[in-house]
């Protein structure tokens, strides 16, 4: 078991709802840490750049619209295996594939509005962290 860092979203459909303490509990039970959090907008330049890898797929549009449409919730989760086990309690990126008790079962809206984004990995996770976060606002 390592200890890690990875990247977590709450996105615009769950803030509109208040659901950012509902979502973090969930975090928190599962044993990750926040070591960073803040609430921000993204710019539409934002939102083209983090999901770039997505630019080819038909929702690419449609998802960074979505991204920009309300504020969103950037947070850096650390704990044992803290990239497997945020995916876990994120559960499967369509709520209806989503498992009973995860956060997308409980909470999303549909495979767009699913109310969080998580890094799928190692790698992923240390350039999305760096995308929103200096150094010195992470304080573990
Ligand atoms: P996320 O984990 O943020 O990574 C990419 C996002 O694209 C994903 O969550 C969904 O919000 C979105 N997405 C993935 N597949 C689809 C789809 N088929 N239609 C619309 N949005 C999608």
Do not use: W
């Not at 999901?51 to 850096?76: I, K």
């Amino acid at each position: 078991m390592t200890v890690e860092r990875t990247l977590s979203i709450i996105k615009p459909d769950a803030t509109r709802r208040n659901l950012t303490g509902a979502i973090n509990k969930c975090f928190e039970d599962a044993g990750l840490r926040f070591v960073a959090q803040k609430r921000i907008r993204l710019s539409a330049q934002q939102a083209e750049e983090f999901y770039a890898v997505h630019e080819e797929r038909p929702f690419y549009g449609d998802l960074c619209a979505f991204m920009t449409s309300g504020p969103v919730v950037v947070q850096v989760l650390e704990g044992e295996d803290a990239i497997a086990k945020n995916r876990e309690v994120m559960g499967a990126t369509n709520p209806d594939d989503a498992a009973d008790g995860t956060i997308r079962k409980q909470f999303a809206e549909n495979v767009e509005a699913n109310s969080v984004h998580g890094s799928d990995s190692a790698e992923n996770a240390a350039i999305e962290i760096k995308f929103f976060f200096e150094d010195d606002e992470i304080v573990g």
